[in-house]
């Protein structure tokens, strides 16, 4: 059964402890002040995390060091300019935008001929949910089986789970009149969202309202190399073996993206005493004896700092890259890291910033003849009636983000060319982990027949390779110095070249020939036929799906790497939790938003329980 948004957001309203008096600031000015819950980063997990604990009556604060994404006009908002905005942009020479991105720039990936790239990172309220492409879905029912064995608590479980992920959503069906595309219909599971208005969160989950005409070929595409239609989706703990249009982070009575700012924030600033202090960098988690974490020292706008006080507990959840180096510039790292820096060691805990796990992707491009949504976007005659259609109607391209995946264990065709040690590194996996994602893509065509460009590309999911996070200096100012470790393990080279080979066998089913024009365009069919000339197109062309993760790793055992237990309680000092990406025991299969908003409304539920 399915309820509407609506709905949802009135059982929303029936949480709140206490409505927000007229008259009080939901902005506090700067200065020292006090708070049971201080919650550093006010993005995707942060405001999840801080919205629940203000709706159950705590005093909660949270400090994010960037401003509103509405600054950026409608850039954010606008589902279509998901994948065009330009704080995507991988290479080092990227476009600077301030108001939205952090701005990281990597260490030369040594695994990836040396190239340094851009990782883009939310900064701004919303955090990266607010520059992200919007694809929602979860992760398999054994993978959240090996996050329990690996916290130590089946908690974590698919079963246990599960509840999260429908207390922080609410689903509405597809618009099948707006999609418009009988050859795209589908199925799915709606038993895995709220049942009823009262289970029902705030961030919204939809379908596009507008069918990207050549992801409906990818899917036959996929089809051809064993990967059909699914019949349930990607949310109820099953991906391998199958393609689906994928749910959205889109709100569907506006058509525009909702995010943790968009859903939990919003909502929180209506009904609760929640404080925001937004444009306001912290530069070090405080401690007193003990260790346990007393609060955060504070700048906002760059002005003279100042402390914000935690009478219970201060939850960093400032990202992959921002919380491991919060917590090294607060003395919480490897010791031979922090001494030489003078950074007094409050826990020499040696696995804060490492086991980065960042999965990569790489395309085989073609011509074919479907618009696209970038053809739509880059088309001036197309302007003018997709601006009336999604004005209008809340349809049409502007309206869509794109979204056809699909997810396999290499089958074993592929798995005969792989070394014995590859095939032993992948059997740790659990069997419906899938090893490769595949995505549906486009790019504007080049006109004689050539509509649109289509790029299929393949995602290496569980990387085993590991990159880092450390520290430049002592000094906030410095950005945290990041090293992804792509392609450094022989293995992620291996099952790289494999998934290679099977997107070029996705593009030569034959039921695409009236579809296809022209030649592979990238990387080519004849400059790269051998191995080792996949190998180096790979090297010199994958970039990042851009989910880093587990720089502060869950685990159970903190001189193995672990850096918070079961309850994302940081090993050695107390009052101190870490809730977001970096906290993931290992990278998650596909997409992680969905896991990340469950995962804050679990520890939420946590802390509210006493735990
Ligand atoms: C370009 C891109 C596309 C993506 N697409 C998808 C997708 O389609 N689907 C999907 O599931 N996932 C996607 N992801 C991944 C997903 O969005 C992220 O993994 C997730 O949003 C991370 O959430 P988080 O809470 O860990 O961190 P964030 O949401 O990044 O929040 C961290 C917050 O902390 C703040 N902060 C950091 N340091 C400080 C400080 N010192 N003081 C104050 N504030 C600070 C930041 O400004 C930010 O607001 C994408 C990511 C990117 C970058
Ligand atoms: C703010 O708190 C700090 C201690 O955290 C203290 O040293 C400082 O004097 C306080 N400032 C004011 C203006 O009270
Ligand atoms: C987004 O804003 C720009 C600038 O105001 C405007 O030109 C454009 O039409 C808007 N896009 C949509 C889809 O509304
Ligand atoms: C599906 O329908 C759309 C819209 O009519 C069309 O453009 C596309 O080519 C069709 N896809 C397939 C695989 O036939
Ligand atoms: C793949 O190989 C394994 C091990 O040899 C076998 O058990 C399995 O049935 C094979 N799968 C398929 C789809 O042939
Ligand atoms: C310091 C700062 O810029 N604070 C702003 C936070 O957001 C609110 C609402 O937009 C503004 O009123 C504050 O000025």
Known sequence: MLFSPAAGVLALLTLAGAVRCSGSSAFPSPGNASYEYVVIGGGTAGLAMAARL??????????????????????????????????????????????????????????????????????????????????????????????????????????????????????????????????????????VFCSSSSSCGPLQVSYSNWVDP?????????????????????????????????????????????????????????????????????SKILFTSGNKASGVRVTTDGAAAYTLTATKEVILSAGTFHSPQLLMLSGIGPQKLLTPLNIPVVKDLPGVGQNLQDPIFFSVQNGVTTPSLASELADPNRVAPNLASYVNNRAGPYSSAGGYIAFEKLPNSSRAALSARTLS??????????????????????????????????????????????????SIADAPVIDMGWLTDPADAEVAVAAFKRLRQAWSAP???????????????????????????????????????????????????????????????????????????????????????????????SILEGN
């Open 54 to 191: 203000a709706a159950a009556g705590k005093s909660v604060a949270v400090v994010e060091a960037g401003g509103w994404p509405t600054e950026m006009g409608n850039l954010t908002t606008v589902p279509g300019y998901a994948f065009s905005n330009p704080v995507l942009a991988p290479v080092e020479a990227f476009p600077s935008i301030p108001l939205l991105d952090w701005e990281l720039l990597s260490q030369p990936q040594t695994g990836a001929s040396n190239r340094r790239v851009h990782y883009a990172a939310g900064k701004t309220l919303g955090g990266t949910s607010a520059v992200n492409t919007l694809a929602y879905h979860r992760a398999t029912k054994q993978t959240h089986q090996r996050w329990a064995s690996i916290a130590g608590h089946a908690s974590y479980t698919w079963d246990k789970m599960l509840k999260f992920f429908v207390k922080s959503t609410t689903l509405t069906p597809p618009d099948w009149t707006k999609r418009a595309s009988p050859n795209a219909t589908f199925t799915y599971d709606s038993t």
């Open 214 to 282: 050549t992801s409906t070929w990818f899917a036959v595409a996929l089809k051809a190399i064993g990967l059909g239609l699914s019949s349930v989706g990607f949310n109820s703990g099953v991906l391998s073996g199958s393609g689906a249009y994928t749910t959205e982070t889109i709100d569907p009575a506006s058509a525009t993206r909702s995010s943790s700012q968009t859903s939990y924030l919003a909502w929180a600033l209506q009904n609760t005493q929640l404080k925001v202090y937004n444009r306001t960098l912290a």
């Open 511 to 605: 039921a695409l020939a009236s579809w296809k024009v022209g030649p592979e365009v990238s990387p080519g069919a004849e400059a790269v036929q051998t191995d080792e000339q996949m190998l180096d197109y790979i090297r010199s062309n994958a970039i990042q799906i851009w989910h880093a993760s587990a720089t502060c790793a869950m685990g159970t055992d903190p001189a193995a790497g672990a850096v918070v237990d079961w309850r994302a309680k940081v090993f050695g000092v107390d009052r101190l939790r870490v809730v977001d990406a970096s906290a993931l025991p290992f990278a998650l299969p596909g997409h992680p938003q969905a896991t990340i908003y469950a995962f804050a409304e679990k520890i939420a539920a």
């Open 425 to 474: 590194l992948l059997a740790t996996l659990p069997d419906d982990v899938p090893e490769i994602e595949y995505l549906a893509g486009s790019f504007a065509g080049t006109g004689n027949g050539v509509t649109t460009i289509g790029d299929l590309s393949a995602a290496v999911l569980n990387p085993f390779s590991r990159g880092s996070v450390t520290l430049a200096s002592a």
